[in-house]
Each structure stands twice: as structure tokens, then as C-alpha cells.
């Protein structure tokens, strides 16, 4: 079909709600080439959008995981997309390929990663462009009361050194008048983790609901010169109730 398939993409809408109520839910949805487990694109959430291929056998997964919901990922294969869609539950309307992502709210026991969250270096000051990602926290404790959660900090290494904290005026992105210091991996851990809290807290958020948990560099994802360890510095939410 000519709609479904623009030169060497293809249209897709992923559709992303809420198994609650069937809110739709405002995200990505990230296209994994499972041939070098590798992210071969990022995609909107609920917009049409053209998808490009990834490889040439057209085995792609698709994975959806937006803080505050349980990640879902869909195994597809890009040059057939109808292909076992009794699995994904993909269809055709209007001349593009529909993908479904029914999403579950966290449930007490997960621990979601904030893999949009992002620090300055040697800081406990939020980068701006991790706004977004706040808001989805901030809105998971707003629309689930009885969500109590821990904060786990974690960092790349163990080594100790300088710490920039936020200071009295409580601008959470901004260096403006921050306080400097010094301490190990696991105090600037355990003040990545406060000032997540302490943005909660002046959004609204009881201060009884959170909890945090430093660990510094001692539960690394990968080596720390390993070329994916910026991905050891991390905030994780853990649900303690639901």
C-alpha cells in the first residue's frame, strides 16, 4: 500500500493510554535494532510518524517505558508488520501501522529508573532538560495518593570529590547562589537523591511518602570507563505502598 509504506519507511501511530481510564499518555516509544541491540530511533507517542527500517531483516522491538508505568516492549518485524500482530495487537487504520501500548501504573515492589533525569557534573543540580521527566514524577504522586516511594542515588565510581549542592533560593536547575563542598561518591548520591525529594516536596508532595537510599558506585550498570557509564548515574524510584 502506498499510504503504509513511503519510500523506505513505514507510517506508524503508537498509540500509548492508560489501562485505567484510556488516557492517552504523552511519551516515546524507542525502535531497538535486535540484531546489535542497539536504539535505532525514537518515535512520539499518540502522532503519526514515519518509521525508518532498522536492518534488513526488519526484526525490531519497540519499547515503551514512560516513569510511572510498567515498561511494555513489542517484538515486530518491520518488513511484514502484520506478522504474529496477534501478539502485538498491531493493525491498520487509516493508511498506517497502529500500535497499541496499554500501560499499567507501577505496582508496590517496582523499581522504575529515571532514564530521563539528568545531573551536572559533580552536582546535585538538575539539568533543564530533565523537566519534563520531573513532571512525570511529580504527576505519579498526584494521581496515585497512596504511593509511598524510596529514591535510590546512584553514581559512576566510587571516587570522592566535589559536590554543588542547591542553595537557599531552591532553584533545582540553576547554579544560581549553590553551595560547593566536598564527600565521597555516596554523599553525592544520597544529595541527588534529596533534591529529587525536595522538589517533590515543593510541588505539593507529602515529605512522609519519600524515602532515599544512597549507594553511590556500588551497584554500577556497567564498568565505569565502559562506554555506556553515564548510565550508572541514575535515580531510581522503588514503590514502597500502593
Same mark, same amino acid.
Given at each position: 500500500?502506498?499510504?503504509?509504506?513511503?519510500?523506505?519507511?513505514?507510517?506508524?501511530?503508537?498509540?500509548?493510554?492508560?489501562?485505567?481510564?484510556?488516557?492517552?499518555?504523552?511519551?516515546?516509544?524507542?525502535?531497538?535494532?535486535?540484531?546489535?541491540?542497539?536504539?535505532?530511533?525514537?518515535?512520539?507517542?499518540?502522532?503519526?510518524?514515519?518509521?525508518?527500517?532498522?536492518?534488513?531483516?526488519?526484526?525490531?522491538?519497540?519499547?515503551?517505558?514512560?516513569?510511572?508505568?510498567?515498561?511494555?516492549?513489542?517484538?515486530?518485524?518491520?518488513?511484514?508488520?502484520?506478522?504474529?500482530?496477534?501478539?502485538?495487537?498491531?493493525?491498520?487504520?487509516?493508511?498506517?501501522?497502529?500500535?497499541?501500548?496499554?500501560?499499567?501504573?507501577?505496582?508496590?515492589?517496582?523499581?522504575?529508573?529515571?532514564?530521563?533525569?539528568?545531573?551536572?557534573?559533580?552536582?546535585?543540580?538538575?539539568?533543564?532538560?530533565?523537566?519534563?521527566?520531573?513532571?512525570?514524577?511529580?504527576?505519579?504522586?498526584?494521581?496515585?495518593?497512596?504511593?509511598?516511594?524510596?529514591?535510590?542515588?546512584?553514581?559512576?565510581?566510587?571516587?570522592?570529590?566535589?559536590?554543588?549542592?542547591?542553595?537557599?533560593?531552591?532553584?533545582?536547575?540553576?547554579?544560581?547562589?549553590?553551595? =560547593?563542598?566536598?564527600?565521597?561518591? !555516596?554523599?553525592?548520591?544520597?544529595?541527588?537523591?534529596?533534591?529529587? +525529594? @525536595?522538589?517533590?516536596? %515543593? #510541588?505539593?508532595?507529602? =515529605?512522609?511518602?519519600?524515602?532515599? !537510599?544512597?549507594?553511590?558506585?556500588?551497584?554500577?550498570?556497567?564498568? +565505569? @570507563?565502559?562506554?555506556? %557509564? #553515564?548510565?550508572?548515574?541514575?535515580?531510581?524510584?522503588?514503590?514502597?505502598?500502593?
Amino acid at each position: 500500500d502506498k499510504n503504509l509504506d513511503e519510500g523506505m519507511g513505514k507510517r506508524f501511530l503508537f498509540k500509548v493510554f492508560s489501562n485505567v481510564k484510556g488516557d492517552t499518555i504523552h511519551g516515546n516509544v524507542d525502535m531497538i535494532n535486535v540484531e546489535n541491540n542497539r536504539k535505532a530511533g525514537t518515535y512520539r507517542a499518540n502522532e503519526s510518524v514515519m518509521v525508518k527500517p532498522a536492518n534488513k531483516s526488519g526484526n525490531v522491538l519497540f519499547t515503551c517505558d514512560i516513569l510511572g508505568y510498567r515498561g511494555i516492549k513489542k517484538n515486530v518485524n518491520f518488513n511484514d508488520p502484520l506478522a504474529n500482530n496477534e501478539l502485538s495487537q498491531l493493525t491498520i487504520e487509516s493508511d498506517q501501522y497502529v500500535l497499541p501500548f496499554e500501560l499499567v501504573r507501577l505496582k508496590k515492589g517496582d523499581v522504575a529508573v529515571m532514564y530521563d533525569l539528568y545531573f551536572y557534573k559533580d552536582a546535585a543540580i538538575i539539568r533543564a532538560e530533565s523537566r519534563s521527566e520531573m513532571g512525570l514524577l511529580v504527576d505519579m504522586m498526584k494521581e496515585n495518593p497512596k504511593y509511598k516511594i524510596k529514591l535510590h542515588g546512584h553514581t559512576n565510581g566510587g571516587a570522592a570529590g566535589k559536590i554543588i549542592s542547591v542553595g537557599p533560593s531552591k532553584n533545582f536547575f540553576s547554579f544560581t547562589d549553590s553551595k =560547593e563542598g566536598f564527600g565521597s561518591a !555516596k554523599k553525592l548520591a544520597d544529595a541527588r537523591a534529596q533534591v529529587i +525529594k @525536595e522538589y517533590l516536596v %515543593a #510541588q505539593g508532595i507529602d =515529605e512522609a511518602r519519600m524515602d532515599t !537510599k544512597a549507594w553511590g558506585g556500588k551497584k554500577p550498570l556497567y564498568h +565505569k @570507563e565502559h562506554a555506556l %557509564a #553515564q548510565s550508572n548515574v541514575r535515580v531510581e524510584v522503588e514503590i514502597l505502598e500502593d
